[in-house]
């Protein structure tokens, strides 16, 4: 069976971001400490200062002063940093350190404690549908075993910790508040060691997320041969191969009245990083809705472009029809997977129309590439469940995978929107019986 796809991509790419009028020459040198000291919460404060230390280190784009650096700097001042620290004294602090702007971290909430595994809660659940008198016997049971172990953890190896925090990004100068991020992660299962292991590895990811926005990188184009584009700033300043950057025009300048306004220049493009120097990368451009000229501002994406769409499938011969959406998370790439749903009607033997529901994906190479346009081969490995009346008028329903093998073209409608057209053909139709489509 041959069917004729027409899809219509929305795509979703990372969302936009205010442009900075500069280009980024500089690392930005910037103080890292925990808001107080001398707390219930000080151990896990000092351990998340850290983990954003040595995220920041590891992002190449800060120099960074921790709480030991600044202690040595400190001595040398004969200035102790114990107790809380105040707003007053981080302007002190940062004059010493040399540092215009520092990130407070603070721990709002911690707690371990030991949780009835899953298991045990649903034989809890099960006692409550016992007898009345077997039910007040057992509860009081546990009541008294409760109260005998009132001080011992009941269940050390299936602990919860729960994290949550903010990190708070100041002008020593002012002390004003220039931006902030929220901390929050929870983890069950495990000792307290395994569990708060987990939580910290989720707050990583977390922390470094955030810190690329508060310090979002400004490149400028160098020179442009093609769809390759070299841009200024390379692995000195942590680009890596694989860093999106939005092109966009110079600003404008426009005087109204007294005043002289910045317009901010039009988006011409996107490009990824494929090769990276000490202090300037080459890149590929990926999307191009406008020519992308030297001297063109590139400002760095914070997030992976995703994109997403809906479809409609047509049998050439009317036999399937099917709307659907899909995610593919790998948009640009040479090859990607794509996740798939939809619902729609299949047409059977008796030519009866059958409610059909679709999950599965489908693998998708991109052998032609430019910045408007592709054309590629692909892979589906679709899983129907197919529902129909059988002759008792009962509602009956059959898994039916069937792979297909298609092709593929893309075209760029908009900065944000594709075409896409595939045709494919069902190389067979499996079954668990003899029932097949």
Do not use: C
Not at 245 to 263: C, L, M, Q, W, Y
């Amino acid at each position: 069976m041959r069917q004729l796809f027409l899809t219509l991509i929305l795509i979703g790419l990372a969302s936009g971001q205010t442009l900075s009028p500069e280009i980024t020459l500089e690392k930005q040198r910037l103080l890292i400490l925990p808001a107080t000291t001398g707390t219930q919460n000080e151990s896990i404060e000092t351990a998340v200062t850290s983990l954003v230390s040595t995220e920041a280190t590891q992002l190449k784009r800060f120099i960074i002063i921790d709480r030991t650096n600044l202690e040595a700097l400190l001595q040398e001042q004969s200035i102790q940093l114990s107790g809380l620290i105040k707003d007053e004294d981080l302007v002190t602090i940062g004059n010493i350190a040399g540092a215009p702007e520092a990130l407070l971290v603070r721990i709002t909430n911690f707690g371990q404690k030991g949780v009835p595994p899953e298991d045990e809660e649903k034989k809890d659940e099960d006692d409550d549908d016992d007898g009345l008198l077997s039910w007040v016997v057992k509860k009081s049971v546990k009541a008294i075993i409760a109260k005998e172990l009132e001080n011992v953890e009941q269940y050390p190896n299936n602990i919860q910790t729960i994290v949550q925090g903010d990190v708070r990004k100041i002008n020593l100068e002012t002390g004003e508040t220039i931006a902030s991020f929220s901390l929050n992660a929870e983890h069950t299962g495990g000792n307290k060691t395994a569990s708060l292991s987990k939580v910290l590895n989720r707050l990583r990811s977390q922390i470094s997320r955030e810190l690329r926005e508060l310090y979002v990188l400004t490149s400028e184009v160098i020179d442009v041969d093609g769809r390759n584009v070299t841009l200024l700033l390379g692995s000195d300043m942590g680009v890596k191969p694989g860093t999106y950057f939005e092109v966009s025009a110079p600003d404008k300048k426009r005087v109204i009245g007294n005043r002289t306004i910045s317009i901010p220049g039009r988006s011409v493009g996107l490009v990824i990083t494929q090769d990276v120097s000490g202090d300037a990368n080459q890149s590929l451009a990926v999307r191009r809705w406008r020519t992308i000229k030297p001297g063109y501002r590139a400002v760095e994406l914070t997030h992976q472009p995703v994109s997403g769409g809906v479809s409609l499938r047509v049998g050439l011969d009317e036999s399937v029809f099917m709307a659907g959406a899909f995610v593919d998370p790998f948009p640009f790439g040479r090859f990607s997977f794509l996740g798939q749903a939809g619902i729609g009607s299949v047409l059977d033997s008796w030519e009866t129309v059958d409610f059909s529901l679709r999950l599965g994906g489908q693998v998708l190479g991109r052998l032609i590439q430019t910045s408007q346009f592709s054309a590629g081969a692909t892979l589906g490995l679709p899983l129907d469940i197919v529902l129909r009346s059988d002759d008792g008028e009962h509602t009956v329903s059959l898994p039916v995978f069937s792979p297909t093998l298609g092709l593929r073209v893309e075209w760029m409608l908009s900065p944000h929107r594709d075409l896409i057209l595939g045709l494919e053909t069902v190389l067979s139709s499996v079954s668990s019986t003899e029932w097949k489509y």
